[in-house]
């Protein structure tokens, strides 16, 4: 599911939830992906029912894919799903139009995934959204349908985690957080000037400022955002 050196996240059980609510928009194509991948309603309703419930434990997020424990009455499966990572080109390409705009950076550190991005993400040949046929998954029940309602309620936990975080949906694709933040920086770094003949130190240029002060506002976004979370759950909407 993962390269050996990714670093897996784990995220904490949610707590049980009423209906259903508007999410965002990007949450909401990451649903329709998991409608199109179960075999029908009935499983549907099941696997949100899970997930509604509480049933689901932590989820451990990873580079390819998530891992989870879900109890179903007296039983407990161990569910894994699975997502297809970005290769390097188009992981590079993620990156570069990440920083090609100011204010992309802050939007995905305060827990925003611009339509615009995805857009020029999209027109750039990049699968960011999955579709239903991307998601894949292995449970230790007996059932046969493939996602099962134990996977499908996992799926539905991942889009609401990726509701309040892109950065799940980049994780699991092969790009943490702290991965895309690192490639941000070495994009920064050849914008700088070439040092002098005179043998001073060399000054970023103007690109290069405009991208580091995007990462400060960024990190200060990130950290209100973080307060926000602490005050109210972004989940209370669904």
């Known amino acids: 599911m993962s390269t050996p050196d990714a670093t897996p996240t784990t995220h ?8 259903g609510g508007s999410g965002t928009w990007w949450s909401k194509a990451v649903l329709r992906a998991v409608e199109e991948a ?5 499983e549907l309703r099941t696997g949100r029912t899970l997930a509604r419930s509480g049933a ?18 007296d039983d407990a499966h161990t569910v894994e799903v699975t997502v297809p990572v970005l290769d390097h080109s188009d992981a590079a390409a993620f990156t570069e139009l990440v920083a090609a705009e100011s204010g992309r950076i802050a939007a995905l550190l305060a827990g925003q995934l611009p339509h615009a991005l995805v857009e020029a ?9 999955p579709y239903g046929g991307e998601l894949g998954s292995a449970c230790t029940c007996e059932a046969w349908l493939d996602p099962c309602p134990h996977a499908l309620a996992v799926l539905t936990q991942l889009a609401w ?10 994780h699991l694709r092969g790009l943490s ?10 994009l920064v770094r050849p914008a700088t000037d070439p040092s002098p ?7 970023p240029g103007p690109r290069a400022a405009d991208d580091v002060d995007d ?7 990130a950290v209100c955002a973080a307060r926000l979370l602490r005050l109210e759950s972004p989940f209370d909407a669904w």
């Open 12 to 19: 904490p059980r949610l707590p049980p939830r009423r209906g």
């Open 38 to 42: 179960s075999f029908g309603e009935k």
């Open 197 to 203: 003949d005179d043998g001073s130190s060399a000054t």
């Open 56 to 73: 689901v434990g932590a989820i451990t997020v990873a580079e390819g894919g998530a891992v989870a424990a879900v109890s179903d009455g």
């Open 161 to 170: 985690l990726i509701q309040a975080d892109p950065f799940v949906l980049t």
């Open 177 to 186: 957080r702290e991965r895309v933040l690192r490639d941000l920086h070495r």
């Open 121 to 129: 993400v999209e027109e750039a040949g990049v699968e960011l959204l």
């Open 215 to 221: 990462l400060v506002v960024a990190e200060d976004a």
